[in-house]
T-cell receptor, first 115, second 111 residues
Framework: NAGVTQTPKFRILKIGQSMTLQCTQD?????MYWYRQDPGMGLKLIYY???????DKGEVPNGYNVSRSTTEDFPLRLELAAPSQTSVYFC??????????????FGEGSRLTVL | AQTVTQSQPEMSVQEAETVTLSCTYD???????LFWYKQPPSRQMILVIR??????QNATENRFSVNFQKAAKSFSLKISDSQLGDAAMYFC????????FGTGTRLQVFP
């Protein structure tokens, strides 16, 4: 039961570097999401996708890009990393609109530090 | 814009006692879901309980129950017979298309 798998779990970046957080799910879920969680805060939605080839911005999309070429994979790209992007990143998926099913399945998170 | 407010940054409870975590939300929608998620130190997000807005009956899952007041836009979580393993961050969340989280309440459980 792999569920939602994120890699890497930890990463340190220098200011201006770029990297991709990988996310894959094996539940054949149409909907996938990227959240960030800053220390002591709740989760904020970065980007989401309702199916392969379709992506949309969430609350805090600036500085990030996503793609959804397959149902299984939803990578998050950080271009020109900044200290403000230091956070824990969560990928999640759901079978259909969360309004219908009500549940997200989360990965274990990726802790990113930008120095 | 939809917002979710958790006004208690920290709460504590004695083992075996009952504790209630508060949550309010703001929306103009009539049909939506509300959730409580638990985040232990492992960072994993675990669904505790969910409530569908059109249902009058309060949801219950074992020791966890909610008090859903739709008119007041209030959605509190009651944990009965608290256990040491209940210690975690608890997030209230609201959704129509996307899940919007509150800032969380850190629950400490003392033996």
């Amino acid at each position: 039961n792999a569920g939602v798998t994120q890699t890497p779990k930890f990463r340190i970046l220098k200011i201006g570097q770029s990297m991709t957080l990988q996310c894959t799910q094996d539940m054949n879920h149409n909907y996938m999401y990227w959240y960030r969680q800053d220390p002591g805060m709740g989760l904020k939605l970065i980007y989401y996708s309702v199916g392969a080839g379709i992506t949309d911005k969430g609350e805090v999309p600036n500085g990030y890009n996503v793609s959804r070429s397959t149902t299984e994979d939803f990578p998050l790209r950080l271009e020109l990393a900044a200290p403000s992007q230091t956070s824990v990143y969560f990928c999640a998926s759901s079978y259909s609109r969360v309004a219908n099913t009500g549940e997200l399945f989360f990965g274990e998170g990726s802790r990113l530090t930008v120095l | 814009a939809q917002t979710v407010t958790q006004s208690q940054p920290e709460m504590s409870v004695q083992e075996a006692e009952t504790v209630t975590l508060s949550c309010t939300y703001d929306t103009s929608e009539s049909d939506y879901y509300l959730f409580w998620y638990k985040q232990p130190p492992s960072r994993q997000m675990i669904l505790v309980i969910r409530q569908e807005a059109y249902k009058q009956q309060n949801a219950t899952e074992n020791r966890f129950s909610v008090n859903f007041q739709k008119a007041a836009k209030s959605f509190s979580l009651k944990i009965s017979d608290s256990q040491l393993g209940d210690a975690a961050m608890y997030f209230c969340a609201y959704n129509t298309d996307k899940l919007i989280f509150g800032t969380g309440t850190r629950l400490q459980v003392f033996p």
